[in-house]
């Protein structure tokens, strides 16, 4: 890209030194920049990119995009807000992938990624080669990646979306999480299909209120780029999005939900320990997800497949292909007599449909294993513990990620609302460990925070942790005792 041709996708209020350049790639992270590259001055928690210019300059950067003008002997281009700036930059350097590429978001607090593979795995099914952005894995052209987040910053999702082109992909099933509509990591994104699930309490260290934490999500839907919207009416947030939208909104607008008065509800539901069979605006689906939260994320997708025009067939063979999720109601099965699940729910509303779907896996105790993460949202924490104590015969409280916190005092906060009838013990492994070694025949242990995660971050430093594998570690040392 010439630099002119950045100066005219941005409208920048002040340039100063223009001369011809071009402009070889985009970066807002000085480790990445290359010869010929504009760098992007963005604000971080911790670091103002402003403060690295010379730095990006003296590594090869031969344009600079600011909100304040700099002392810099490069070409300069000023603008209001330099993360708005990148996703229109991005979208322009990389040739607006997504007015090629067929998009379907979905955004919500719960059910994103498992109504995010459940789309992947219907659009596969009617050959629209589709690749992956979520919170568990990338995949482009069938290439499975593990996602370093959920939502990439603008220049990254816009490269991730030209590489699935140029690799032969022609859709995409994106998560669409609140800090990327926050932080218009998702400005130039062109969805073909947007889903929304649902709206509880969670990263209210970002935005502060529920009203705010909506208004990232209802931003999705409203801005210049009005995708056709599938919004679930389960709770009272996807109501009041359905209600405004319903007024306002330019593209198609559909409704699913548990509710009768959704236009994409179940008729004639069984709930069994393998999965769920429903029909659903006429389509006999059958899936082996667990749990009726997982009937409202299959909802979900279906009422999306419907907006982008999925053959029935196609929408129908696309869930039954999906027999678990990374991480998501995930069974660790070593042929022990009670059942053991892990799960991501780190919220009080997941926590408590992951609690109230496990009593349906047994006849017995169900005995959970939670934290809460620090460095994030504390006013959950006593809400978690509450629902913990309530919906479980035993409730564990251990560490999740407790980051730069100390895990005793998030512990403490938890106990705030678990009160004193419950465990506590800090280590995660031994946590894990107690539960299993408690459990009897017909009972569920639920271990839930961390999902598909394979890290714990401890004090600044990740350590290698995989709840699946300690359950399995605990579960065959069983085993072994009992042998």
């Known amino acids: 890209m010439e630099l002119e041709a950045l100066i005219r996708a941005l409208a920048p209020s002040g340039v100063t030194g223009v001369r011809p350049v071009e402009i070889g790639d985009l970066v807002y992270d000085t480790r990445r920049v290359s010869e010929g590259a504009a760098f992007f001055c963005v604000r971080g928690e911790r670091v103002d990119g402003h403060d690295l210019a010379w730095e990006a300059i003296e590594r090869g950067a031969t344009a600079v995009v600011a909100e304040r003008a700099l002392e810099v002997g490069v070409p300069q281009l000023v603008v209001p807000d330099t993360r708005a700036a990148m996703a229109v930059a991005a979208d322009a350097f990389f040739g607006e992938p997504t007015r090629e590429l067929d998009v379907v978001g979905v955004t919500g607090t719960n059910g994103k990624t498992t109504t995010a593979f459940v789309l992947h795995s219907m659009l596969d099914a009617a050959g629209r080669k589709p690749g992956l952005v979520g919170t568990v894995q990338w995949i482009v052209r069938?290439?499975?990646r593990p996602a370093p987040f959920t939502t990439p910053e603008a220049i990254d999702l816009q490269r991730l979306f030209r590489e699935m082109l140029d690799a032969g992909d022609r859709s995409a099933a994106v998560e669409a999480s609140s800090h990327g509509a926050a932080l218009k990591r998702l400005d130039r994104v062109r969805f073909?299909?947007?889903?929304?699930?649902?709206?509880?309490?969670d990263h209210l260290d970002l935005h502060g209120t529920m009203e705010d934490y909506f208004q990232a999500k209802r931003r999705l839907f409203t801005g210049a780029l009005q995708p056709p919207a599938a919004v679930s009416i389960g709770d009272e947030w996807g109501r009041r999005l359905a209600d405004e939208l319903a007024g306002s909104h330019r593209a198609p607008l559909v409704t699913f939900g548990l509710d009768e008065d959704a236009e994409v509800r179940p008729e004639r539901l069984e709930l069994t320990p393998n999965g769920s069979r429903f029909r659903a605006a006429g389509i006999d689906v059958e899936s082996p997800l667990r749990g009726i939260f997982n009937v409202e994320n299959v909802l979900g997708a279906v009422a999306a497949g419907l907006l982008l025009d999925l053959d029935p067939d196609a929408i129908a063979a696309g869930i039954a292909r999906v027999a678990e999720v990374p991480g998501r109601f995930e069974a660790i099965d070593e042929g022990q007599p009670f059942a053991v699940v892990v799960d991501y729910a780190h919220t009080p509303d997941s926590l408590e449909t992951v609690l109230r779907a496990a009593r349906g896996l047994g006849e017995g105790r169900v005995i959970v294993v939670f934290g809460a993460g620090g460095d994030r949202d504390r006013g959950k924490?006593?809400?978690?513990?509450?629902?913990?104590?309530?919906g479980a015969d035993l409730a564990i409280v251990t560490s999740d990620n407790p980051r730069s916190e100390q895990p005793l005092q998030i512990i403490e906060d938890v106990l705030q609302g678990a009160g004193l009838d419950v465990e506590i013990d800090p280590d995660r492994r031994s946590a894990i460990h107690r539960a299993i070694g408690l459990a009897g025949p017909g009972d569920v242990v639920v271990i839930a925070g961390k999902g598909h995660e394979q890290?714990?971050?401890i004090a600044g430093t990740v350590h290698a942790f995989d709840d699946r594998a300690v359950a399995r570690e605990a579960l065959l040392a069983l085993a072994r005792e009992k042998a």
Do not use: H
């Open 455 to 457: 890290g714990q971050e």
């Open 192 to 201: 073909d299909a947007l889903v929304f699930t649902n709206l509880s309490q």
């Open 381 to 390: 924490r006593p809400l978690m513990g509450k629902v913990a104590a309530d």
């Open 142 to 144: 069938g290439e499975r």
